[in-house]
DNA sequence: GCATGATCATGC
DNA sequence: GCATGATCATGC
């Protein structure tokens, strides 16, 4: 570890970083294919800095609390920026952790002060041609602090009552849970169960790094807050909003909010206006860093909710390049958390009933998700997409139906069927090369399953 | 009534 | 123009 390194020499030495490759600040002739996961970090902790690569438990230079961490961003298609990855802190020991106070646990002792090395990531790229573009001594704002130590809690209290191995990183806002080791077989004892679980770290999620980007690096616009400073925490605050408005019709919240048309998305402006939001909620800052997405959900009078929901659709292409454990879906599912308004029809009205929040399991992603996708998977590669063509000439498909899977199915998803992506195997039934694009869907009775305190 | 195909609407 | 949330339409 590093001794003799104060804040302001650790800060001029990052600077001293910043329009250098990785190549250049290393003295050493580490070949390009020696480049693995955590070298770049190491290079930097090794050369830059002069000093051992260390898996020891306190921070990186511990004289001054500080921890060092090198982690990349990207440039989007649509000239956006975003962090890469998510950034892996220390590993959780579920044996000790759980005996402290959040301001004396071994989290905050390692990472409550981090030197944050930035380079962009071009794929195609060497990456000893990769450069280091900026940098940031960064401590947690107060307000991130606040749901920070919720999470450090929730994560906290999943191993006090036994259930390490049911963790997963769409559990907690911006400090999640992930997995680390080489493979699935790198696991754990928990204090309180004989269930071995999986190794993880705590990491501040994809999505909130995204926005620290955002706003340190560029492209920030001022983006809306929801919270206040006086607000103690993230599902207090949500709680708050929705008390107030339980109970009430969409004619009321349309005069209350002044909505005068009845567009299809009546249900999520009201949302939104709910929490005073002009834009989006999804786009908010709160949502954006801790990756939540609101839904609207309508129950029936009946109390069965007739439409499924979609997930963001998938490319044919994609699928075939991906392999499970890598697909965009799972990354997607396991780091998501969903909040659903509930609107439920009485007496001719829908009445909003309240919210549920919820993250698939790690268990439901890795078996009905995990079938869904491999399926998929092969109806592309092998070019059996269409069944059947129908008599008025929609065609029916191979793709897994709801029939088959308890959890979640494959449907078009389009503007009509016209709206296709390139299929990388031509349709063996009818030549095809494109199709119309398709997406995963939650079962409308997997929803009244996750909902069904509220039907 | 359900499963599946198809489409609408908005915002960026 | 496209991504995305939301909903409609229809045959069995």
Redesign the pocket.
């Known amino acids: 570890m590093a001794r003799n390194y104060d804040e302001i020499k650790i800060i001029r030495l990052a600077e001293g970083l910043i329009g250098k490759t990785f190549g250049e600040i290393n003295n050493y002739a580490v070949k390009t294919d020696e480049y693995g996961k955590g070298t770049f970090g190491h290079i930097i902790e090794s050369d830059a800095y002069d000093y051992d690569i260390n898996a020891i438990s306190e921070p990186d230079f511990a004289d001054a609390g500080i921890e060092l961490k090198v982690t990349p961003y990207k440039m989007n298609k649509n000239n956006t920026l975003s962090a890469k990855e998510r950034l892996v802190l220390n590993i959780i020991n579920y044996m000790t952790e759980y005996k402290n106070e959040f301001y004396n646990s071994h989290f905050w002792y390692k990472n409550k002060k981090i030197q944050i090395i930035w380079y962009l990531y071009e794929a195609g790229r060497k990456k000893e041609d990769l450069t280091i573009t900026h940098q940031l001594l960064y401590s947690f704002p107060e307000e991130d602090l606040k749901i920070i130590k919720d999470d450090w809690e929730t994560i906290i209290n999943k191993i006090k009552t036994g259930k390490a191995h049911e963790i997963s990183e769409a559990d907690t806002m911006y400090l999640g849970a992930c997995t680390k080791g080489a493979n699935s077989s790198s696991v754990r004892k928990q204090p309180f169960s004989e269930i071995m679980a999986m190794q993880r770290a705590f990491c501040l999620k994809t999505s909130y790094m995204t926005q620290l980007v955002r706003k340190h690096i560029g492209n920030y616009k001022d983006i809306e807050h929801i919270l206040n400073k006086n607000d103690n925490s993230f599902i207090q605050f949500i709680n708050n909003v929705i008390d107030k408005y339980k109970g009430m019709t969409q004619r009321e919240f349309m005069k209350l909010f002044n909505i005068e048309?009845t567009?299809?998305?009546?249900?999520?402006m009201i949302i939104c206006r709910m929490f005073g939001v002009n834009?989006?909620l999804?786009?908010t800052d709160e949502f954006l860093k801790a990756n939540i997405?609101p839904?609207?959900v309508?129950v029936e009078s009946n109390g069965?909710i007739k439409?499924?929901?979609?997930?963001?659709?998938f490319k044919f292409i994609d699928i075939l390049n991906e392999t499970w454990k890598n697909s965009s879906i799972r990354e997607t599912l396991g780091t998501t958390k969903y909040i659903f308004f509930v609107f439920k029809k009485k007496k001719n009205e829908y009445v909003f009933q309240g919210i549920k929040l919820w993250n698939m399991p790690v268990k439901v992603i890795e078996s009905n998700v995990k079938t869904m996708w491999e399926k998929t998977k092969d109806v592309i590669s092998s070019g059996n997409i269409v069944k059947k063509i129908?008599?008025?000439?929609?065609?029916?498909?191979n793709?897994p139906?709801?029939?088959e899977n308890d959890v979640c199915?494959v449907?078009?998803?389009?503007?009509?069927?016209e709206d296709t992506y390139d299929l990388p195997v031509k349709d063996k039934l009818t030549g095809l090369t494109k199709y119309?694009k398709q997406c995963f869907w939650l079962n409308n009775?997997y929803l009244e399953d996750i909902l069904k305190e509220y039907l």
């Open positions: 048309t567009p299809k998305q009546l249900n999520k834009g989006d999804d786009k997405k839904r609207t309508r069965r439409e499924s929901m979609p997930f963001p659709y129908n008599s008025d000439g929609s065609r029916l498909t793709f139906g709801m029939r199915h449907r078009p998803h389009a503007i009509n069927s119309t009775k």
